[in-house]
């Protein structure tokens, strides 16, 4: 098969573009040929053609531009025709809006799909206009997304692959981080955004001293889009606010946070809803202790006190009732995470993640798939 993807930006910097690139390091292993473009340059194309893929960037611009769009539309439908892939994946909601168009003047319109890696709502124009584009299918991170999106009119077929995780290596690299021995380390990875809810993790930081029980939060990322500075710029106050100066760690961002996750004896996603939680695997796949929201994505991996715990909300109340579970039992918070990891090896790796998306693009060449 002869894949093209397009991908809306030329940084590697969340789960989604992590995901990604494990897709297209394992299509040559599944017998497939992966092509990529990408609609804003950046080190990740430059990444990819090193490695010997082939690469186009297409500058689009913003969706404020119409003509920067109209042109896009057209250069990519150029590409389609010069290159004919066997199917072509948008990834994304934001490069959909490129390539269904582009699909259609190229006419590929029964062999384009998209990627939803979010969770979909109605009240997002964007969300429900790209949803009304041409599409085979649409492809989803988890269940709660698959909902999400086949509740959106013309409520489109989709399909379910869970993302992956990279198998830690053996020897990595220590980070410089000097964090206090006798204190449990608990940490979040992500942007700084509101949704990711590192404020929520401090006030429950707070919460749990007020019960007798200190812990030191490392918080791992930065605001890697620009998007929420003003939230960024918000938690060294609210830390100092809180008189937690000395018991946390901000890192800014970091090119790869596994070595950092790896210092943490419990991981906390506070995201409500999670769309999935990739970063979850990352602390399963190293036998850390996980805690998430009873939401989204993290519900349909990690079965509550066996392989994580689940909190109610992402309220700060319920994030420490949820931490001190793991706080009152080393014992406990030590074979949750050996239990984490035996579920991560069994189905949660980047060669399973492959498997399971290649065999549902595999699918999608049938003839008699592309007229559902």
Same mark, same amino acid.
């Given at each position: ?68 769009? %109209? ?11 010069? =290159? ?9 909601? *934001? ?15 029964? =062999? ?13 124009w %964007? ?57 449990t ?10 949704? *990711? ?7 429950a ?12 939060t ?12 003003? /939230? ?24 790869d946070?596994?070595? /950092? ?10 995201s ?27 519900? +349909?991996?990690?079965?509550?006190? *066996?392989?994580?715990? %689940? ?12 931490? +001190? ?15 984490? =990891? ?13 498997r399971? %998306? /290649? =065999?549902?693009? +595999?699918?999608?060449l ?7």
């Amino acid at each position: 098969m002869r894949l093209l993807i397009t991908a809306p930006w030329g940084e590697r910097l969340g789960g989604a573009e992590e995901m990604l690139q494990m897709a297209i390091e394992g299509a040559s292993a599944a017998g497939h040929e992966v092509e990529i473009v990408f609609f804003e340059p950046g080190p990740w194309p430059d990444e990819l053609r090193r490695s010997g893929v082939h690469v186009e960037v297409l500058s689009a611009g913003r969706l404020r531009e119409p003509w920067r769009v %109209l042109a896009t539309i057209a250069r990519l439908a150029r590409i389609l025709r010069r =290159r004919r892939p066997d199917l072509m994946l948008n990834w994304m909601t *934001k490069t959909h809006l490129y390539g269904a168009p582009a699909a259609i003047l190229a006419g590929m319109r029964a =062999r384009v799909l998209w990627w939803q890696h979010g969770i979909p709502t109605r009240r997002d124009w %964007l969300d429900r206009g790209v949803s009304l584009l041409p599409s085979l299918v649409v492809g989803c991170s988890s269940q709660t997304s698959a909902r999400a999106q086949a509740a959106l009119f013309p409520h489109r077929r989709t399909f379910v692959v869970n993302p992956g995780a990279r198998v830690p290596a053996s020897q990595r690299d220590a980070v410089p981080l000097q964090l206090p021995a006798e204190t449990t380390v608990v940490g979040l990875v992500g942007r700084l955004q509101p949704w *990711k809810g590192q404020d929520r993790l401090l006030r429950a930081q707070a919460i749990l001293r007020a019960r007798g029980q200190e812990i030191h939060t490392l918080i791992v990322g930065g605001d890697a889009y620009g998007l929420s500075s003003a /939230y960024a710029d918000s938690l060294p106050a609210l830390i100092a606010g809180l008189g937690l100066a000395a018991a946390v760690t901000m890192t800014g961002q970091v090119p790869d946070a596994g070595p /950092y996750i790896e210092q943490m004896d419990i991981l906390v996603n506070a995201s409500d809803p999670e769309p999935f939680g990739i970063v979850l695997l990352e602390g399963m796949a190293r036998g850390v202790a996980v805690v998430a929201v009873d939401s989204g994505g993290p519900q +349909e991996f990690i079965t509550d006190r *066996k392989t994580g715990v %689940l909190a109610r909300s992402g309220e700060p109340e319920a994030l420490a009732d949820a931490l +001190e579970v793991l706080l009152d039992s080393p014992e406990l918070c030590r074979s949750i995470g050996q239990a984490a =990891r035996a579920r991560f090896m069994a189905e949660y790796t980047e060669a399973a993640m492959c498997r399971r %998306l /290649y =065999r549902e693009l +595999e699918g999608l060449l049938d003839p008699a798939a592309a007229e559902r």
